[in-house]
């Protein structure tokens, strides 16, 4: 039987190479990109399990909420004594925790020496919560050395070569200090689908004598930067346990000033640990996190993709029906019933649908290493090591069999042979109908993706264009260091004397970065100091910061370095600060008496407000201050404006200068509107995707278009020549044969507005600033649609219009 299908499907394809062409190629196309996303989407879904207890790791977060119980601000590391005061109060509930400060020194080895932004102090305990493969060593005895050090095997291989690394030293420099470290054991690096990749583990020790030693760490409760793990006991329900948290938090923290509990303004959650990738992105995370919006979104792309392929296959089986009608017939005169026809042609299916999965497997392997280095990761199709994709393929297989043989299976096996026999089996109405709206269905899919295309182009457009309210063109950042803050006044001179250097301040913070540092604040209203429960993120500056980054103010002064009170008493707020403050307008605000943790001062000016964040996050209550510990310390970014005519001088000296202040760092300059548009990568990458998919959409749909109308227009032979003999003009033979399937593009068209309207206004509702969505946006999409459908109907029929009318009139 499968022999005699083989044949058939060989005799076909001589017969119709075109039609072949369209339905494999089409077929293999979709499977091949609909594999890719897939194989996408698994790694994605695939982040943290390998540990082997990950159902039971969760790691705590800590939210701040305004009064009206809005979060202001939701981090995912924690302050330092949370871990162990959850473990020592829930011993039932908690087997271990552990603490992690990331952290990014100058490792040195003789005069091998790098900057590791993944180095990492963490407790013992990250050992027995995390499955790390230790492979040389003892990992938690190293970690309770004060001096203890366990190397990622890539670091032992970078620093000492092929040699064991156990019993040597590294010496380690960070904000100012030398440390000497020595490696007490190797663990295999993290794999590519872990949401943090340390690369180093060290001590917590000087950590710990770094906030003044154990007591003085375990009363912290403002320094939230360690990750913070639990490993929870079998059988415990997480979401209980953390309803449990709120007290642990009023037992230690007490109340507010305004004694109120501590707990309605700060609260702890617990995140399952194989949710941080694609559910957390909070406002500090380790590493970059995916988002679970664009993986649904990437599956979507896949599956109109594979529907567009399916609808192919249907589409031209049933509208060939015709050529195939009399062996229909004569089978079921032989004897043939209802199920051998249904099965027969259900086998040229799957075979097909095989061939074309041939196909797709060989365009994967192509592009699968292309298609790793876009999306960052390690993307394999190891048919040993994941035997799963084998099964996967295999269901691929009979899903798109099923979906694209079943309708032209039941329809062609459904022929009434009397009715055959006696001339040409003509389709009724209602499978032409039924044609129609899969043509339709096509070219709906493909407007919404031309739409996602353009609205995403024009939202990054609207990003990297859109006017920040400060200069951020042509300023670097290099990081300070503590003997570039004492002689900080100095180093500014002599660099603003450079030829080709405008500008030079320092800020705890630069523009693109996240507003996270937050004290209490109190300000005048009504004459009284009124404490506030809205958060005001702060910078510490230099003196000119404004006038470097070309900040404008609203009222009042900028900082004057000749007022020695600027640097102990005057704070600068914006505008948005004023409205949640409550104050009139921004002339009202100066002169005003202002509490800001310890810091007690007045209003001296209030700026415009700017995004010193990206496009994703509002812009919020911000003030300045002058750092007033003294030397500039804890102002560890400067930003340096300079002229872009002379960039390449200018960076040149920097990187000279550098070496010299940062003696063994390497030179790595920033700059700022670099910053921002780091920051837009995951947009960048929906882009890519789908202008790329959305052209494959466009391409598969225009095949399936082309075999129609080849078809049609085959079927239509005799009578076009009969126009033509009758004085029918070319133009109104085009208009015949097009403007029926035009109309149906067009119907698709306007299908596909409601539809990609609602799906981009989602997406956009990520961003707090958008370009919005013009109805130029799908005119456009309509008309890219439109011009390539036309272009190919046009092609086609123009073919048939030329022709020789006798010979057309002969060939029927």
């Known amino acids: 039987m499968l022999k005699n299908y083989f044949k058939i499907l060989l005799r076909t394809t001589r017969k119709n190479p075109l039609y072949m062409f369209i339905n494999v190629f089409g077929l293999a196309v979709g499977m091949a990109v ?83 932004d993944n180095f990492t102090f963490a407790d013992p305990e990250i050992f027995d919560i995390f499955s790390i493969n230790v492979i040389e060593g003892d990992a938690k005895k190293a970690m309770i050395q004060n001096d203890g050090v366990v190397i990622s095997q890539s670091s032992a291989l970078k620093y000492f070569g092929d040699s064991s690394p156990l019993g ?43 906030y003044g030693g154990p007591d003085a760490i375990m009363s912290n409760y403002g320094s939230n930067s360690f990750s913070t793990y639990l490993l929870l006991n079998e059988g415990v329900d997480r979401l209980a346990f953390e309803e449990k948290l709120p007290n642990l938090i009023d037992k230690y923290m007490g109340q507010t000033q305004a004694g109120q509990p501590m707990s309605e303004g700060t609260k702890l ?56 009608s009399m062996e229909v017939g004569l089978r079921k005169v032989m004897g043939a019933d209802k199920g051998s026809l249904i099965r027969q042609f259900m086998g040229e299916s799957f075979m097909l649908t095989i061939l074309s999965m041939g196909i797709a497997l060989l365009l994967v392997y192509l592009f699968l ?36 043989g079943s309708y032209p299976a039941l329809f062609l096996s459904g022929f009434q042979p009397g009715k055959v026999l006696k001339g040409v089996f003509k389709a009724g109405k209602n499978h032409e109908h039924f044609r129609s709206v899969l043509v339709v269905g096509q070219f709906a899919i493909s407007v919404v993706l031309i739409v996602a295309v353009l609205v995403v182009v024009n939202q990054l457009d609207f990003m ?53 540092d937050n004290q209490g604040t109190s300000v005048e209203i009504n004459g009284e100091l009124t404490q506030l429960e809205i958060r005001i993120a702060n910078i510490y500056v230099g003196h000119n910061f404004l006038k470097t980054y070309g900040i404008p103010l609203s009222a009042g002064r900028d900082f004057d370095v000749l007022r020695a009170s600027d640097s ?71 930003s340096i404006k ?3 005519e002379n960039r390449n001088q200018t960076m040149a000296y920097l990187k000279d200068e550098w070496a010299a202040l940062r003696p063994g760092f390497p030179f790595e300059p920033r700059f700022v509107d670099q910053g921002f548009n780091e920051q837009y990568a995951a947009e960048q990458r929906v882009k890519t995707i789908f202008t790329f998919f959305s052209a494959l959409a466009v391409l598969i749909s225009v095949l399936g278009l082309l075999g129609l109308v080849t078809f049609a227009t085959a079927q239509r032979t005799r009578e076009i020549g009969i126009r033509k003999v009758m004085g029918a003009e ?29 799906g981009m206004s989602s997406w956009l509702a990520d961003f707090a600033y958008t370009a919005g969505i013009s109805w130029t946006v799908f005119l456009w999409a309509g008309l890219i649609a439109g011009a390539i459908a036309a272009f190919t109907v046009t092609a086609q029929s123009l073919k048939a219009a030329w022709a020789d009318p006798v010979k057309s009139i002969k060939s029927e």
């Open 464 to 516: 990297q264009s859109k006017d920040l309210g400060f200069q951020k063109e042509d300023v670097v950042l290099l990081p300070t260091s503590p003997a570039i803050e004492q002689n900080y006044e100095i180093i500014k001179d002599r660099l603003e004397n450079q030829p080709g250097i405008q500008a030079v301040t320092v800020s705890s913070r630069a523009p693109s970065g996240r507003l996270l």
């Open 34 to 116: 609909s594999m890719l996303i897939f194989l996408f989407v698994q790694h994605e879904f695939s982040y943290d399990s390998y540990h082997e207890n990950a159902e039971r790791i969760v790691r705590v977060s800590r939210a701040w909420f305004n009064p009206d119980g809005e979060t202001s601000l939701h981090l995912g590391h924690t302050a330092p004594p949370f871990g162990p005061l959850i473990k020592s109060d829930y011993p039932d509930e908690v087997a271990y925790s552990a603490r992690m400060l990331e952290s990014n020194p100058l490792v040195a080895k003789g005069d091998t020496k790098f900057i590791e």
């Open 269 to 324: 959650y617990l995140w399952p640990l194989e949710d941080i990738h694609l559910y957390s992105n909070l406002d500090t995370e380790i590493e970059a996190n995916g988002d679970i919006g664009y993986v649904y979104i990437y599956l979507a792309v896949a599956l109109f993709i594979l529907l567009i392929a399916c609808i192919n296959f249907m589409n031209l089986s049933t509208a060939r029906s015709s050529l195939r």
């Open 168 to 210: 040597e030293e590294l010496l380690i420099e960070l904000s100012g200090q030398k440390f000497t470290f020595q490696v007490r054991g190797v663990f295999e690096d993290f794999p590519d689908n872990s949401h943090f990749h340390p690369t180093f583990f060290a001590s917590m020790m000087p950590v710990v004598m770094f």
């Open 369 to 404: 290493p292309t298609f790793s280095d876009f999306s960052e990761k390690q993307l394999t199709l190891n048919f040993l090591e994941n035997p799963e994709f084998l099964l996967g393929i295999v269901g691929l297989v009979i899903v798109v069999g099923l979906i694209s």
């Open 642 to 644: 300079i002229d872009a």
């Open 730 to 758: 070319t133009a109104s033979i085009l208009i015949l044969l097009g403007k029926d399937f035009l109309k149906l593009v067009l119907i698709g068209f306007l299908i596909a507005i409601p539809i990609s309207w609602l």
């Open 568 to 638: 102990t008493e005057a704070f600068i707020l914006n505008e948005t600060a004023i409205r949640e403050i409550g104050w009139e307008s921004p002339e009202a605000a100066i002169g005003k008496q202002f509490l800001y943790g310890a810091k007690r001062g007045f209003v001296t000016g209030v700026m415009k407000d700017f995004h010193f964040e990206n496009l994703h996050q509002p812009i919020v209550p911000l003030l300045f201050e002058i750092n007033s510990n003294g030397n500039n310390v804890g102002n560890n970014v400067m």
